[in-house]
């Protein structure tokens, strides 16, 4: 969370206001991207848990070679939904200067890649996720925030356009983290094997499907809220106001991160518990779950509520009062 923070901080610096407002405008979903991963992953980890706790070896891998074919489905789907919703926002919709064109084009498009990557490493968060493997999970996701503050470093001292260097950076972390997790999967878990011819299960693909599908929408909804709030945002002032709703997004999934992630470890316990028929402890670990995840929340928002002026003082070095 700090390493975030502090990568914030060196982007903004680095890449000024007007920059750092049209990488988020332009590729804006890929800070949105890690809710739309964790909602997805947790339809697989819901059919993969209930699948373990019932002891069915098979099914997990019936559930992940759906889960792979589904995934790479909806990441094709999505890049071509972008491919032609740039055409629009390139010609007419978005407020970006005219010498900033070029780079705004290319950040979407590195955006495009990130978020098939993104999605098509799911199945794999899923399986990790169900096996409550939260050790390698984090390691992951220490790495991919060092990464983050490399890309940072990175484009403070480069030469060439700073904008569309971060870009590319980004794109490329969303490929090292894809590789790293299908690796050690593919070793440590024997359901990570991908046979379509075998395990393809036309039956589990539906149900899948439906779950994820429901899923996906409640999700993509809001990413799709929250985009649309920044282009009505740039629509009507400018890339400087996507700067600031740029770092509000930052601190506002930060200030969530001890709430989801405690929610990332829970949510398999509650679909194993099921899954073995013992409702009473599906019913006490989600009522905790519940309770918790609130006063994590609480317990870093509350602080910030109370004096906000001061904190972003530190933070970004800014005059934000």
């Known amino acids: 969370m700090f390493i975030s923070l502090y990568t914030t901080r060196l982007i903004l610096n680095s890449l000024g206001a007007s920059d750092f407002g049209i990488f988020n405008i332009v590729g804006g979903a890929i800070a ?77 498009y590195f955006m495009i890649i990130s978020t098939m990557l993104t999605v098509m490493t799911v199945p794999y968060d899923a399986v990790l996720n169900a096996h409550e493997n939260m050790l390698y999970y984090s390691i992951v996701g220490i790495i991919e925030s060092v990464l983050k503050l490399a890309v940072a470093l990175v484009v403070v001292y480069t030469l060439a356009d700073k904008l569309i260097i971060y870009g590319l950076l980004m794109a490329c972390i969303s490929l090292t983290v894809m590789i790293i997790m299908r690796v ?113 929340v609480a317990f870093l928002v509350i602080p910030f509520l109370i004096d906000t002026p001061y904190i972003m003082k530190v933070w970004l070095k800014n005059d934000c009062s």
């Open 32 to 108: 949105m991207l890690g809710f739309l991963n964790a909602a997805m992953a947790g339809a697989t980890q819901r059919f993969m848990s209930y699948a373990e706790g019932a002891g069915e070896k098979d099914r997990q891998k019936s559930i992940f070679n759906v889960s792979v074919i589904l995934h790479f489905l909806i990441a094709l789907i999505l890049g071509v939904v972008l491919l032609i919703a740039g055409y629009f926002f390139f010609n007419g919709i978005l407020n970006i200067p005219a010498d900033r064109m070029h780079a705004a084009r290319m950040v979407y």
């Open 184 to 296: 050690y999967c593919k070793k440590k878990y024997v359901e990570c094997e991908f046979r379509p011819k075998t395990y393809y299960d036309k039956t589990l693909m539906k149900e899948m499907t439906g779950f994820a599908g429901w899923n996906f929408l409640s999700s993509f909804s809001g990413v799709v809220g929250q985009y649309g709030l920044g282009i009505v945002l740039n629509y009507f002032w400018g890339t400087l106001l996507n700067a600031a709703q740029g770092v509000a997004n930052q601190l506002c999934g930060q200030l969530q991160s001890f709430s989801t992630t405690m929610l990332k470890a829970l949510n398999p316990v509650i679909a194993k518990s099921e899954g073995e028929g013992n409702h009473s402890l599906m019913l006490r670990s989600s009522m905790a779950g519940c309770k918790f995840s609130f006063f994590l």
